[in-house]
């Protein structure tokens, strides 16, 4: 990376720093299926909307967005949790804290928690990996959302996943791909290690799998982001799926009004109109 635009990186990591700091803390917590803590926030009424983060990140990174914004004042209720190892959830670091899918049983239990009957649920990037995965044994999710993401993740030996274990946990010498995610991590005080463990024990979900989820998906990525594969691939595996293409690249597309609008029409009952879907 850049020597300048890392500097500036760093000044802008501080500057959300200081402005989320001055947000009033408004998480809850629960405890799920093994002891560890689980921090959400819980804000609005009306039809659930689960929102998921992606890698190195916590669901406070949907504060600022579009989306977030658009779906309270539609008079949606919008549940955000911090995965586990990130945010304000616990970060243990042992490795069995995070093997067999524990983000998911983490997001059933959520569920379980606040006595949700349905809900719409949205991922991006690493979110939409663990989202993934939940649509293959959660019934109570009526529509879902894939943002940032091909089809690459379900592959056990991906490339890149086994990269940014590696980079992470130390077993290998940073690259031009990892050098920048693992300096801003240090930058931002994120745990290297629990972020090599949620990358060793990323969520995989078969083609097979992604084949039997019934519910309405969109697929919703920038026209400048193939990071995690082509979406047009991950759309073919999913039968009742849609995909759209937005401006944007993986870093910025979820923050976006286009990405909101993308959403908002999808979750809409407008959509299944058009689409014959009942």
């Not at 290998?172 to 024990?201: F, H, P, W």
């Not at 849609?242 to 909101?260: A, L, M, P, R, W």
């Amino acid at each position: 990376m850049n020597k300048n635009r890392f500097v500036f990186l760093l000044f802008l990591v501080s500057l959300i720093t200081v402005l989320q700091a001055q947000e009033p803390d408004n998480h809850q917590y629960f405890t799920s299926y093994d002891g560890v803590k689980i921090a959400f926030t819980d804000e609005g009424k009306g039809s659930p909307v689960l929102l998921l983060h992606g890698f190195i990140n916590s669901g406070s990174s949907w504060n600022k967005t579009v989306l977030k914004r658009e779906l309270l004042e539609r008079r949606y209720r919008v549940i955000v949790p911090d995965l586990r190892g990130n945010g304000h959830s616990d970060q243990p670091e042992a490795a069995e804290a995070y093997k067999n899918d524990a983000e998911v049983k983490d997001l059933v239990a959520l569920a379980d928690h606040l006595r949700l009957k349905h809900y719409i649920a949205l991922g991006y990037s690493r979110g939409s990996i663990v989202l993934a995965k939940l649509l293959t044994t959660e019934k109570r999710i009526t529509k879902s959302i894939l943002g940032g993401m091909g089809a690459d993740f379900t592959n056990p030996n991906w490339d890149r996943r086994m990269a940014f274990a590696d980079a992470f946990s130390g077993r290998a010498e940073l690259t031009e791909m990892t050098e920048g995610a693992v300096q801003y991590a240090q930058s931002i005080g994120a745990n290297l290690k629990v972020l090599g463990l949620l990358q060793d024990y990323q969520p995989v979900t078969s083609k097979a799998a992604l084949s039997q989820i019934k519910i309405p998906v969109l697929i919703v990525c920038g026209d400048m982001d193939l990071d995690n594969g082509d979406p047009s691939t991950l759309k073919l595996l999913i039968p009742n799926s849609t995909q759209k293409i937005v401006k944007g690249d993986h870093n910025n597309t979820y923050k976006q009004e286009n990405f909101s609008q993308a959403v908002l029409h999808f979750i809409s009952e407008d959509w299944f109109e058009l689409q014959g879907i009942h």
